[in-house]
């Protein structure tokens, strides 16, 4: 069983730009979440995703956005980048919000800000 | 708000040793889930034990064996005979459970170092 999957893993952009990060959850699981982790501010929710409806969101300014789709895969979007969002951003999966002992990530999108 | 704690920066152990990471919580939920995750340097989060607040029995999962005490609000992760390969990132988590969201709120993490 495949875990879960993101992509890009790796990826460079300067200030000003947008990018947009996907994430394929594990096969079955219907609940995505993205945590931002930097070595300043360690982990950090950022929102959650369920049946394509956002469930939670972090504390985040509006540049920061998601979506889901209808075969669960979801992606993140970061407008107008600045500095301080080089991090690296993790999703993780689980087959629906509540059951617990079940969250998985995926390896993560390195991103750097120029 | 939910809150966990690792004061502990970085350990240091010997291969083959037994090692307890600590992690205190704060929470005034009376249902919540505790989660240990590692973090190699590849940077994917490794889910190792999850313990419930109604579970009576302290959890296991092969070397892995979660320490909870309620009353103390602690969740120590105990790795048995330590392996070179458990050198990484360890994290403590909570959520709301069950039945709540998946937000995590995570602790600093901790380093752990095994030596040969």
């Known amino acids: 069983k495949a875990g879960v999957t993101q992509t890009p893993r790796y990826l460079i952009k300067t200030r000003g730009q947008q990018v947009t990060l996907s994430c394929s959850p594990i096969?079955?699981?219907?609940?995505v979440s993205w945590y931002q982790q930097t070595p300043g501010q360690g982990l950090q929710f950022l929102f959650e995703y369920f049946s394509e409806t956002q469930r939670n969101k972090g504390n985040f300014p509006g540049r920061f956005s998601g979506r889901q789709f209808s075969n669960s895969r979801s992606e993140m979007n970061v407008s107008t980048l600045e500095l301080g969002d080089s991090a690296l951003y993790l999703c993780?999966?689980?087959?629906?919000?509540?059951?617990?002992?079940?969250?998985?990530f995926g390896e993560g999108s390195r991103l750097t800000v120029l | 708000a939910q809150k966990i704690t690792q004061t502990q920066p970085g350990m240091f152990v010997q291969e083959k040793e037994a090692v307890t990471l600590d992690c205190t919580y704060d929470?005034?939920?009376?249902?919540?889930?505790l989660f240990w995750y590692k973090q190699p340097s590849s940077g994917e989060m490794i889910f190792l034990i999850y313990q419930g607040s109604y579970d009576e029995q302290n959890a296991t999962e092969g070397r892995y064996s979660l320490n909870f005490q309620k009353a103390r609000k602690s969740a120590n992760l105990v790795i048995s005979a330590s392996q070179l390969g458990d050198s990484a990132m360890y994290f403590c988590?909570?959520?709301?459970?069950?039945?709540?969201?998946?937000?995590?709120?995570f602790g600093k993490g901790m380093k752990l170092t095994v030596n040969p």
């Open positions: 993780a999966s689980s087959s629906s919000p509540g059951i617990t002992g079940e969250l998985f």
């Open positions: 988590a909570m959520t709301r459970a069950p039945g709540g969201s998946e937000k995590l709120v």
């Open positions: 096969s079955g699981h219907r609940s």
């Open positions: 929470t005034s939920d009376q249902s919540y889930g």
